[in-house]
């Protein structure tokens, strides 16, 4: 319960915002695949790991020219669909049980990330323990590469995460600050993108 979370290993979890995500919706993501949830401290702890540039909150989505031809709508939909998938994994982290968890990112993750993400919720849930996140704020989220069917996307961005009791369904205990910069792979399935990977970079 005491020591800080690595920030190679973070989960997050929260609502309100996420550029252009419905305002209410909580959000969750895993940076890496070895990652084992610790809950906060008693005291606010930062953890600082690059200096962020002065940027405004909304910072424009950066594209390159890897993108195969897309359009500026169709690049727009990749990075619209990421913030769904992490607003619905950020929900399921305040799902009172698995069943209820796995259906929220039901069309948000695939393969071997979905797994790893039920995986790790499993103990914790189980428990009665999940995860709230606020004060996120992105620094720049970038389409490194995209064509029809895979997409590469870049973000950084910090914010803050509180433990989250499931039965009361309330954030308590001090907030603890995290900044993270992370890749993401897509894949299309049907009309909508998925994540298949993530890795802190």
Not at 3 to 12: A, D, E, G, L, T
Not at 40 to 54: L, R
Request: hydrophobic share 40%; proline share 3%; glycine share 6%.
């Amino acid at each position: 319960m005491g020591r800080i979370i690595p920030w190679r290993k973070i989960i997050v979890v929260g609502s309100a915002f996420l550029l252009g995500v419905s305002a209410g919706l909580g959000l969750v993501m895993a940076t890496d695949p070895s990652f084992n949830p610790t809950f906060a401290s008693k005291d606010t702890i930062t953890q600082t790991n690059y200096t962020p540039e002065a940027q405004p909150d909304n910072v424009p989505v950066q594209t390159s020219d890897r993108t195969d031809g897309l359009t500026q709508v169709e690049q727009a939909k990749i990075v619209d669909d990421y913030k769904v998938s992490l607003a619905m994994l950020f929900e399921a982290w305040r799902a009172p049980e698995m069943k209820t968890f796995e259906a929220k990112i039901q069309n948000a993750y695939l393969g071997e990330i979905k797994d790893r993400h039920l995986d790790r919720a499993q103990t914790y849930i189980s428990n009665g323990k999940g995860l709230y996140i606020d004060d996120l704020k992105f620094d720049f989220v970038q389409i490194e590469s995209a064509d029809t069917s895979l997409a590469t996307i870049t973000a950084r961005y910090s914010y803050t995460a509180r433990d989250f009791d499931l039965e009361k369904t309330q954030a308590y205990g001090q907030k603890i600050t995290h900044e993270v910069q992370v890749r993401a792979i897509l894949s299309k399935v049907g009309d909508r993108w998925v994540i298949i990977a993530e890795t802190a970079i």
